[in-house]
């Protein structure tokens, strides 16, 4: 059992402010705030050339871009309470091949939380979120960024530990058997989504696992909306918004519109050319300050903006919402009240 070192910045606000450059009351409001992070792709890193998530790591060859944007040591300085810690999937492997990956690498990382009990907790819920940050532990949601980890056979998502995962990305940066990604790289046009990912989809519903619409094609995107369970929130837990900045990656104001109108969240995410300089939390003006949320994709092979480039600098965000003139109310729905709302609306309180 290991307990991580830390500087704890809830004993000098103004000195973290005065670190930041920005107001003392910025940091007052965020760590005041449920912090939540819909998509953190750290653990990939461990995966691919052992990086240690317990060791405080710099900011790597690139000085804060591709990796090593988070870590436990900074994620807990930080202040994040919470974030959905994603196991990403190798389309190269066959169906088989990823399912078998998909049962080694969630009982790795499961071992990984393990290590730090004391200080992060793996959560399915509000209730647990919620035992979690009275703990004062940050709370560990699980997802899973490709559905093809689990396309080998109908019942395959049932190698799912009990309700462990929150959400499941249908399609990554490849099509697969679910469904035409987002990609320009992709071969073909935009089918869409097929048959066997719309039954995907009514599987993911049973299980009431969210539906997470990022990279999906344009078609597959209403294909999917058209099928999901109308009682269920979708999300988009990644991405920009094609109105502040025209890119492949980002939602147009119609499919803003279709995840707001089941009452879900898209989680703006931090990789500068999607943003192309404008101010995060950007979705709000288009669909109202109830559906925008902060998903990162930290260690994600993003370039972050030069200001913050890792999540230490966090922070800054709440600065430039006030800087706006935007609410506390509205802030903190952003930072994480609007995703917390989802989950309850998903699986209960």
Not at 268 to 283: E, I, N
Not at 310 to 323: G, I, N, R, T, Y
Request: hydrophobic share 40%.
């Amino acid at each position: 059992m290991t307990r991580l070192a830390f500087t704890d910045h809830r004993r000098d606000p103004a000195g973290w402010a005065k670190q930041l450059d920005i107001s003392q009351g910025a940091i007052e409001l965020y760590l005041e705030s449920d912090v939540l992070d819909l998509h953190v792709d750290s653990f990939i890193w461990d995966r691919v050339f052992g990086y240690d998530l317990t060791k405080r790591h710099g900011l790597g060859l690139f000085k804060g871009a591709f990796y090593s944007q988070v870590d436990f040591p900074r994620m807990l300085e930080a202040q994040l309470t919470g974030a959905i810690w994603v196991i990403t999937t190798n389309p190269t492997r066959s169906a088989k091949s990823r399912e078998r990956a998909f049962v080694k690498n969630i009982q790795r990382l499961q071992a990984w939380f393990a290590k730090v009990p004391e200080q992060f907790q793996l959560v399915k819920n509000i209730s647990e979120y919620r035992a979690a940050r009275a703990a004062g532990k940050h709370a560990a949601f699980v997802g899973i960024q490709g559905g093809n980890a689990l396309d080998y056979k109908p019942d395959s998502l049932d190698l799912i530990p009990k309700d462990l995962v929150l959400r499941i990305t249908l399609v990554h940066l490849s099509s697969s058997t679910l469904g035409v990604t987002s990609s320009p790289m992709k071969a073909g046009g935009d089918t869409g989504l097929t048959h066997a990912g719309a039954e995907y989809i009514r599987r993911l519903n049973a299980k009431r696992i969210f539906v997470d619409l990022a990279h999906i094609s344009r078609k597959g995107f209403f294909d999917a909306v058209e099928v999901h369970d109308k009682s269920q929130p979708l999300i988009v837990t990644h991405t920009g918004v094609d109105a502040v900045h025209q890119h492949w990656r980002n939602l147009t104001d119609p499919q803003l519109k279709a995840i707001a109108d089941t009452g879900g969240t898209i989680g703006v995410m931090y990789q500068s050319s999607f943003l192309d300089g404008s101010t995060f939390g950007c979705p709000a003006s288009a669909i109202g300050e109830d559906h925008a949320s902060l998903g990162s994709d930290w260690d994600g092979a993003i370039t972050p903006p030069k200001d913050m480039k890792s999540c230490l600098e966090l922070p800054k965000l709440v600065q430039l919402m006030l800087d706006r003139g935007w609410s506390d109310t509205r802030i903190k729905k952003i930072l994480g009240g609007n995703f917390l709302r989802t989950v309850a609306d998903l699986r209960g309180s």
